[in-house]
């Protein structure tokens, strides 16, 4: 089991930045990448940005050039850096930690809100 607690989330002018973060803790070991997904009013869960064990990061396009994913092992962080926010960067962002293979498998945090106004 893989616990995952998110914070850093809040109401930002567009243009603004915001850095959200994530503690995790339990059998991390087994875990391929980490990543934060953001969930739009109505909308599905989509990927924001992951990074896996190696530190290889991978962006949607949407956000790439403006967020930034990054993780401290020492610390058990995942932290997320947004920067020149949108108004549509708004939704609740998960936090991911996903363990590949047959079956895989996917923990979630239990989200922050992200409200980006115009």
């Known amino acids: 089991q893989v616990q995952l607690v998110e914070s850093g989330g809040g109401l930002v002018q567009a243009g603004g930045s915001l850095r959200l973060s994530c503690a995790y803790s339990g059998s991390i070991v087994s875990i391929n990448a980490m990543g934060w997904y953001s969930q739009a009013p109505g909308k599905e869960r989509e990927l924001a940005a992951d990074i896996s064990s190696g530190g290889s990061t991978n962006y949607a396009a949407s956000v790439k050039g403006r967020f930034t994913i990054s993780r401290d092992n020492a610390k058990a962080m995942v932290y997320l850096q947004m920067n020149s926010l949108k108004p549509e960067d708004t939704g609740v962002y998960y936090c991911?930690?996903?363990?590949?293979?047959?079956?895989?498998?996917?923990?979630w945090g239990q989200g922050t809100q992200v409200t980006v106004s115009s």
């Open positions: 991911n930690a996903a363990r590949w293979g047959r079956p895989s498998i996917n923990y």
